[in-house]
């Protein structure tokens, strides 16, 4: 499977940011495009976003509301997201359910809006330092997703899931390798006994302090299927380099299949 290489610029963005999202841009347009890239923007960054990427990215938003439309003075529905040019939505981030006091059932309402209005929605999850210091990471983040996802799984079509330890973001410090593999393989495990076959196509993202320079040894992890990038998705040097990173990953892994002899079946096979 290829990856998801995400941005999320959280609350970052002027129009002259968008020269940023322009080089990405180009890069992925020259880049070997074996992975889909898609960059978070501030709603009020969306309609221009699209129009500057050229459709060499997809662009996406970083909330949505529950409800489609009606009397909600300053929300925006993903039905508005789609409208102006977005593709996918970041629901349940860390940072509105700490500042916002969203609850799971609250994201779970908003991953179904995202479904209903054609929007692809990031739904993220992750412990914080005191359940990994509890030792209880596996089981909260399974609970989270858990209660995180529409009741009409239908609607999760094309989304992902983003695992990002609270602890871990924007703090430069990212778990270790069977830390992740070991959460990645119980999520993957509950997406498939939630939902059968159409949970192994999910893809499950780790987001957390990614830099170009150890995007690599997070992506080699099985069940890793993309990342989700905050700081380093600003710069475009930094995140064509995550791009760069993801591209090599993935031919290697293709060549790898690519090189597993086929094996002869039994009964063409010539004795000696
Ligand atoms: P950082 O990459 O800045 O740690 O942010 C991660 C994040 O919150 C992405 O959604």
């Not at 501030?42 to 949505?64: K, M, N, Q």
């Not at 069977?178 to 119980?186: A, F, L, P």
């Not at 059968?196 to 990614?210: E, T, V």
Request: glycine share 10%.
């Amino acid at each position: 499977m290829s990856f998801l290489v995400a941005g999320n610029w959280k609350m970052h963005g002027l129009s002259d940011q968008l020269g940023e999202l322009v080089a990405i841009a180009q890069y992925a347009r020259t880049a070997a495009g074996t992975n889909d890239v898609l960059i978070c923007v501030p709603a009020t960054l969306i309609a221009r976003a699209v129009a500057v990427s050229g459709g060499y990215l997809a662009i996406g938003g970083e909330d949505c509301a529950v409800e489609a439309a009606g009397a909600f003075t300053g929300d925006i529905s993903a039905e508005m997201l789609k409208d102006a040019g977005a593709d996918a939505v970041i629901v349940g981030h860390s940072e509105r359910r700490r500042h916002h006091h969203e609850t799971d059932a609250v994201v779970a309402e908003k991953a179904a809006a995202a479904g209903r209005a054609g929007l692809a929605a990031i739904i993220c999850i992750g412990e914080t330092q005191v359940q990994r210091d509890a030792g209880t990471a596996l089981q909260d983040c399974a609970a989270q997703l858990e209660a995180s996802l529409p009741a009409d799984r239908r609607l999760l079509a094309g989304s992902a899931i983003a695992y990002e330890p609270l602890w871990a973001i924007g703090t430069g410090r990212t778990p270790n390798a069977q830390d992740v593999t070991e959460i990645h393989r119980h999520l993957r495990q509950l997406l498939t006994r939630l939902m059968g076959k159409d949970g192994d196509r999910i893809r499950i993202l780790y987001g957390g302090s990614i830099t170009p320079a150890d995007v690599r040894t997070i992506l080699i992890l099985p069940e890793v299927g993309g990342v989700l990038v905050g700081g380093a998705s600003l710069r475009a040097q930094d995140f064509n380099g995550i791009i760069r990173a993801a591209e090599t990953v993935n031919l290697a892994n293709v060549e790898t299949e690519m090189s597993v002899p086929t094996p002869v079946p039994a009964h063409s096979r010539t004795t000696p």
